[in-house]
């Protein structure tokens, strides 16, 4: 492999040969896709390359992986591919180079927000309030979330709009939808096709650990997200604030959300650190690891925040708390957080295309 | 000469399927296994690697396969292809033991997948591993691990000792370091000796030079000629090897499933002077690949070169290589190193020959040439419609017949009658069952039935 190669022509080249072969057929989406074409498009390089979930089945089956001399390595073609498109698309672009790649940044973006939001507690502390309102009014607190998520949302909805003309994504039907949710929901193409999981942590041997640990990470950020939206719709619908008791919406879903993120953030981290780095896109192991560790970070202040209530904790745990989650907000666009918005993308966009094999 | 650490109830030479169905068969009925791989880790399963199927007998749908293949039918299609060049009662037993073979497979880690794109006339007589050969290999030798077999890689054997009726020990050369291992009971499943080119050569004429060989590069057959001198009996033609027309850039080892070429039928063929020289319409394509090789490496210079026009280019599997394209007759012909004016006349001959009618790529459609010498008897469209393509095809190699001769128990004999610790699976006795031609997914089933064979032998001969 020749290093002045781009992501594009390398995986173009690893694909032409991997066409004629088809052995992996069975894995996941990406091989019944990749019939449709016999020379690939920029587009549907793309697509591939989100459509492909790392599992590494197709490397380990692989007859022709080095040394042989056709060198593939599909799972890190893909990921090269998908990376890049996910900084390409991204705007602006030099901020998802950055924080994709390096782990070092998002540490830095974390140690301004949490010395900003110490300064901000110090600053703005309102005269009344219960629990963390006593250190942060809820107004203040909406004032500067709510920016900061819904901003990096529309940069991250610009780009999907982007990703979706690239791959000449169509009309978008129920039936696309509830195919593609499906698919995520169960993480199927973590499956290995004959669902026993897919090759990470221990070689060519098959595990469900990672697709645990993703699910147990994606359900609790859900989770949490859950408590959240429960949280505002009970202050302003029903003019219940903060604190809320365990046994309250927030609570319900917050605390276990909160315990499986950490779990999963855990087991990923782990995993991470077993499995052979060249199968993926190198370039962002320490930006990947970062974000996994930024993740854990955002569930074990909340619960700590939680376990903290009532004791002079509270002030430092909220400022170290509101941090995290501010940095993940505004990083949304520009770290590994876009993967799921591109998957999602990918796999909508291929249950509109249907199964080329089943024609 | 160092020996190898401990006695071994079982020594497998080779680390293919029917080694490690061998080995793993033993060592589950108690016997310590020890697997001489003589590939390094990375090269490991011969020419198993390169494989995708299975060919099974079954009474009724049976994942991943549908409907149902007998017996009967099953050993129709083998004498099909063998022309009657088998053995009918070892025939018959791979076949019925096939059925069984599938779940064992299962057992042991190889998980299948419906018949890839492409391959959907093989459906029902034919189980596809999912993700192919290797991924087969990868299970058994986890399998093999899990069950506490030792594995030797890059553990080339150069001698089988035999003294009377009894093999007493092997001469191995371990990453360069030669050892003696003994054991009370030994498998040879080493494949056969299409790598060793010389001896192809020596087969084959010079010409044998010019082939490629589309498996393993350690398959020389090292094994096989320390048997044959040792006076085993012996099975197969000397002189031949399974070959098909490949694309002519693949490389000379290795080059597996992506170096085959679908478009012969949808082309014209000419040889090194331009000529066409048989008829590339004769039949639907996976009757025919097999006899290319053949065909191809019987002309000049062992090449031929597979011409199409684009109305053709979408017709037939993607290539490895993409194909060399050009606007004119006479250019492709000049960019393939070919004499254009000779193609020209031969491509103006064949165009004149062809007929109107439909055309329907996948039967036969009886659209035949009409008065010319070397006829095309299906699929004959004229090549007319520019960009033109071109393919170089050169005869690949996928295996030799010669192989050592069997008894139902995988017995290896001398004339003086059987060895009594010794066993042969795979490619290495497949020559007793596939004497001539080849039948998809077949060597996968000796080398699993007979692999399970010689394991359960050599188990119950040590306990």
Same mark, same amino acid.
């Given at each position: 492999m020749s290093l002045d190669l781009t992501p594009g022509a390398e995986a173009r080249r690893q694909i032409e040969i991997c066409n004629a072969c088809r052995y992996c057929e069975g894995f996941c989406a990406v091989f019944p896709a990749m019939t449709r074409n016999k020379a690939f498009a920029d587009g549907d390089l793309t697509q591939l390359a989100n459509l492909c979930h790392n599992c590494r089945g197709c490397y380990y089956a692989c007859q022709y992986t080095e040394p042989h001399e056709f060198a593939l390595n599909i799972p890190a073609a893909l990921a090269e591919v998908r990376v890049e498109s996910w900084e390409r698309l991204a705007r602006p672009q030099a901020f998802a180079r950055v924080f994709q790649t390096q782990g070092v940044a998002m540490?830095?973006?974390?140690?301004?927000?949490?010395?900003?939001?110490?300064?901000?507690?110090?600053?703005?502390?309102?005269?009344?309030?219960?629990?963390?309102?006593?250190?942060?009014?809820?107004?203040?607190?909406?004032?500067?979330?709510?920016?900061?998520?819904?901003?990096?949302? #529309?940069?991250?909805?610009?780009?999907?709009?982007?990703?979706?003309?690239?791959?000449?994504?169509?009309?978008?039907?129920?039936?696309?939808?509830?195919?593609?949710?499906?698919?995520?929901?169960?993480?199927?193409?973590?499956?290995?096709?004959?669902?026993?999981?897919?090759?990470?942590?221990?070689?060519?041997?098959?595990?469900?650990?990672?697709?645990?640990?993703?699910?147990?990470?994606?359900?609790?950020?859900?989770?949490?997200?859950?408590?959240?939206?429960?949280?505002?719709?009970?202050?302003?619908?029903?003019?219940?604030?903060?604190?809320?008791?365990?046994?309250?919406?927030?609570?319900?879903?917050?605390?276990?959300?909160?315990?499986?993120?950490?779990?999963?953030?855990?087991?990923?981290?782990?995993?991470?650190?077993?499995?052979?780095?060249?199968?993926?896109?190198?370039?962002?192991?320490?930006?990947?690891?970062?974000?996994?560790?930024?993740?854990?970070?955002? #569930?074990?202040?909340?619960?700590?925040?939680?376990?903290?209530?009532?004791?002079?904790?509270?002030?430092?745990?909220?400022?170290?708390?509101?941090?995290?989650?501010?940095?993940?907000?505004?990083?949304?666009?520009?770290?590994?957080?876009?993967?799921?918005?591109?998957?999602? #993308?990918?796999?909508?966009?291929? #249950?509109?295309?249907?199964?080329?094999?089943?024609? | 000469m160092k020996d190898w650490p401990g006695l071994f109830d079982l020594a497998v030479v080779g680390g293919g399927n029917?080694?490690?169905?061998?080995?793993?068969?033993?060592?589950?009925?108690?016997a310590s296994v020890l697997i001489l791989e003589g590939a390094p880790r990375a090269y490991r399963g011969g020419n198993s690697r390169h494989t995708r199927n299975f060919r099974c007998m079954h009474q009724g749908p049976m994942f991943p396969l549908t409907g149902r293949y007998e017996e009967d039918e099953y050993l129709d299609d083998l004498m099909l292809v063998t022309k009657g060049k088998t053995d009918e009662s070892l025939a018959r037993l791979a076949i019925r033991s096939s059925e069984d073979c599938l779940p064992w497979m299962m057992d042991h880690g190889v998980r299948f997948q419906p018949s890839l794109s492409g391959t959907l006339s093989l459906s029902r007589t034919n189980a596809f591993f999912l993700g192919g050969g290797k991924a087969l290999v990868n299970a058994y030798y986890n399998t093999a691990a899990d069950l506490g077999i030792k594995i030797a890689y890059e553990a080339q054997v150069q001698h089988v000792h035999r003294e009377g009726d009894r093999i007493t020990h092997l001469e191995v050369v371990v990453a360069g370091q030669p050892l003696t291992v003994k054991a009370r009971a030994f498998v040879l499943a080493s494949g056969g000796f299409q790598a060793d080119l010389d001896w192809l050569a020596r087969a084959w004429g010079p010409a044998a030079r010019n082939f490629l060989i589309r498996g393993t590069p350690y398959n020389r057959g090292v094994v096989l000629r320390d048997m044959l001198d040792q006076g085993a009996e012996s099975v197969g033609d000397p002189t031949q090897c399974h070959a098909v027309a490949i694309d002519g850039r693949a490389p000379k080892y290795d080059g597996g499933i992506v170096t085959r070429l679908d478009c012969v039928p949808f082309s014209i063929v000419v040889n090194r002077d331009g000529d066409r020289f048989y008829d590339e319409g004769e039949d639907v394509w996976p009757k025919r690949y097999a006899i290319w090789g053949r065909l191809v490496a019987?002309?000049?210079?062992?090449?031929?070169?597979?011409?199409?026009?684009?109305?053709?280019?979408?017709?037939?599997?993607?290539?490895?290589?993409p194909a060399v394209k050009a606007d004119t007759i006479e250019g492709l012909a000049q960019e393939m190193g070919l004499d254009p004016k000779a193609v020209r006349r031969?491509?103006?001959?064949?165009?004149?020959?062809?007929?109107?009618?439909?055309?329907?790529?996948?039967?036969?459609?009886?659209?035949?040439?009409?008065?010319?010498?070397?006829?095309?008897?299906?699929?004959?469209?004229?090549?007319?419609?520019?960009?033109?393509?071109?393919?170089?095809?050169?005869?690949?190699?996928?295996?030799?017949?010669?192989?050592?001769?069997?008894?139902?128990?995988?017995?290896?004999?001398?004339?003086?009658?059987?060895?009594?610790?010794?066993?042969?699976?795979?490619?290495?006795?497949?020559?007793?069952?596939?004497?001539?031609?080849?039948?998809?997914?077949?060597?996968?089933?000796?080398?699993?039935?007979?692999?399970?064979?010689?394991?359960?032998?050599?188990?119950?001969?040590?306990?």
């Open positions: 540490a830095g973006l974390l140690v301004v927000a949490l010395a900003w939001f110490f300064w901000a507690l110090t600053l703005w502390r309102p005269e009344t309030g219960a629990g963390f309102y006593a250190h942060l009014a809820h107004n203040t607190l909406v004032m500067i979330f709510l920016p900061a998520f819904v901003l990096p949302l #529309a940069l991250v909805a610009l780009s999907v709009r982007d990703y979706w003309r690239e791959v000449g994504g169509g009309r978008v039907r129920l039936a696309h939808l509830l195919r593609a949710f499906d698919q995520a929901a169960r993480m199927k193409n973590l499956s290995g096709g004959h669902g026993e999981g897919c090759n990470f942590e221990e070689g060519d041997r098959f595990t469900h650990r990672r697709r645990i640990y993703h699910q147990l990470m994606m359900y609790g950020f859900l989770l949490c997200f859950a408590a959240t939206a429960s949280g505002t719709v009970m202050h302003y619908a029903l003019g219940w604030e903060a604190p809320y008791p365990l046994l309250s919406l927030p609570k319900l879903f917050g605390v276990p959300g909160g315990l499986m993120m950490v779990a999963g953030a855990l087991g990923l981290g782990v995993l991470k650190l077993r499995a052979d780095p060249a199968l993926g896109a190198a370039r962002v192991w320490g930006g990947e690891m970062a974000f996994i560790l930024l993740l854990g970070g955002v #569930a074990l202040t909340g619960l700590a925040l939680y376990a903290a209530t009532g004791t002079g904790l509270v002030g430092p745990l909220l400022a170290t708390h509101l941090a995290t989650v501010m940095v993940l907000f505004l990083l949304m666009p520009f770290s590994k957080m876009v993967h799921g918005f591109f998957r999602l #993308a990918a796999l909508v966009a291929e #249950a509109g295309k249907g199964n080329p094999l089943r024609k | 029917a080694a490690l169905c061998a080995a793993i068969t033993a060592a589950k009925a108690g019987a002309q000049p210079d062992q090449v031929g070169y597979a011409l199409i026009d684009s109305k053709s280019v979408d017709l037939f599997m993607p290539s490895v290589f031969t491509v103006d001959l064949f165009n004149a020959a062809c007929r109107p009618g439909p055309f329907h790529p996948t039967e036969l459609d009886g659209l035949r040439t009409e008065g010319l010498k070397v006829p095309k008897t299906n699929w004959a469209w004229p090549l007319e419609t520019p960009p033109f393509y071109g393919y170089q095809l050169r005869p690949g190699v996928t295996f030799t017949y010669l192989g050592l001769k069997v008894d139902a128990r995988a017995q290896v004999h001398t004339p003086t009658g059987p060895i009594r610790n010794l066993w042969a699976a795979g490619e290495i006795m497949a020559g007793s069952i596939l004497g001539q031609g080849y039948l998809a997914g077949f060597g996968m089933t000796i080398g699993t039935v007979f692999g399970r064979i010689a394991g359960k032998e050599a188990a119950a001969h040590v306990a």
